[in-house]
């Protein structure tokens, strides 16, 4: 069962037993941090790894783009990611067809606009003689200014073949130009050519763009516009294609079949792994890289204590110290005495275990030290009895002497103690005494505690008798005020004795409820003073019976004083 025990409390701290050794273990401590240096372990050093590795995410790195682009660069395709794209410009050439391509298809208008004129000719091209008068040039509406070659005011003459050229300054679109003459005057002849032109380069001639024939049964208010010009040799500006046909007389214009088409943009990408930075045993929501790993490594550390499973101590020069082998700081509390053989205990204190044990001082020279000690320790208890005998027969002699004299002393004592008795008698006789005046204090106290109780009521009933008085003393206000009031009906009732005969009988009833009225306050009045009166003769006698009571106190005080002065 002793072994049990044993074994049960070694497993407690960590002990293993081996050959002539016990050897205990601390608990291991706490762990340090990770870290990239490994770590070997051993008796004393617990080490864990821990693999963590690198984590990443999949991220799409690509672009929108259409089936015609150049996607080689790119591995994946996401057709549920797919955005418009922008429709192509207009082209008279028919697109093919396209996986999710849209053709639109539209009327477009191809329009040459003639280049803008500068001047404007009249020419008599007739024998004859033609008169213009008032000639205005609008452009879009509002009338401009213009230099005649012919400086005659607002009335130009033509001969056959003169010409009259307006010069506008700048340059019109002839199909906003508006020309209006006032009034013609043909003179017989039947037509007058007007021309729109440009300047050459050198201003030498002038180059006809269009023309008109302004004929003779038009005469007065003639308005010309784009509708009456004919085509000389006018120069266009490039063709341009718009949507609309415009009005435009001038213009050549030639209508179209235009094409156009919107092919959609698909996602086009990559897969690129973004790393965390820095490795994990997981990290949510990313994924784990299997390849890509380090190992961490953490430790914990233990102590361990040795101690000689027996510790014999046979010569001078050896230490506690010598039994124990230790990782950690130990103290040694012992009661071992090194100059004496014999069991003793020690005990090597550590931070997670005492450990006690027995030491055995087995030292040859120890023997005979303690045997020259014993032989020296009888001798000197051997005189010490001597000295002590000599010692107890000097006090036996002197207890003698000592008791034939408490013998006198005593009989001494016995004379005085009759002597006390009698004294005793007298005092208890004084005491009887002192016991009937506390007796009768006693009582004079109660009557006492009895009357303060009766004054304190009658102070209550004198307060109540004071609230009544005061209410008796209001209601005899209101009831003089009620006699004076019937006195002055009763004065003006005898002055008017004499003109009112009729109604005497209802004056002397009212006359006697005033007397009534009268004696009833002074039968109430009588009534208050003398409850005032006999409240008053209680208030006397309460004091006249405290001060009494006081003084047989005070005598009975003085007569136990001066009896006790009488048995001094």
Known sequence: MKKIILVVIFLFVGMVKVGAKEIYYSEYGNFSDYLLQPYQSSEL?????????????????GQYKTYLDDVSNFNFIDFNDMKNNDFSKWSDEKPKEQYKRIIETKTFYKVKRPKPVKNINFINTLEGTIELNNIEVYYLNEKIDYESSIENGEEYRLNFWDSLTLDLRDYYDLQKLIIKIGNVEFNGLDELLITAAIPSDDNSYQINYFSVNLNNDNTKNIVLNADDWIKANPDYYEEEIVDNKENADLSIINEVILYRYQDPLFYFYNIEKRYVDG????????????????????YQVRDKVEVSKEIVVDNYNQQLSDFINSTVDYDIITNLDINK??????????????????????????????SRKEYEQLNSELNNLKQQYEIKQFELNEIKNNYEE?????????????????????????????????YVLNQYINKYNILQNENNKLKQQYYNLLDINEKYILDNENLNFKFNTVQNE?????????D????????????????????YLQSHFLKINNEKSRCLNKINLF???????????????FIKKLSNKNKG
Not at 422 to 428: A, D, G, Q
Not at 504 to 518: D, G, V, W
Not at 543 to 557: E, K, Q
């Open 279 to 298: 490795y994990f045993v997981d990290y949510p929501g990313m994924i784990k890289d299997e390849n890509d790993y380090q190992d961490y490594y953490r």
């Open 406 to 438: 408490l013998l006198v002393d005593n009989n001494n004592l016995n004379l005085e103690l009759e002597n006390v008795k009698k004294e005793n008698l007298n005092l208890v006789n004084i005491c009887d005494d002192y016991d009937n005046i506390s």
């Open 45 to 61: 050093v617990n080490v864990e790894t821990e693999r963590r590795y690198r984590y990443y995410d999949e991220v799409k790195i």
């Open 543 to 557: 004091w006249i019976i405290l001060i009494s009571v006081i003084l047989i106190c005070l005598i009975i005080i």
């Open 341 to 370: 053989n014999g069991i003793y205990q020690v005990n090597y204190k550590t931070d997670f275990v005492d450990i006690k044990k027995e030491v055995r001082v087995n030292i040859k020279e120890n023997d005979l030290k303690e």
């Open 500 to 519: 009112i005969k009729n109604n005497s009988e209802i004056l002397n009833k009212k006359l006697n409820l005033s007397k009534q009225a009268y004696k």
């Open 490 to 498: 009763n004065e003006k009732l005898k002055i008017d004795l004499n």
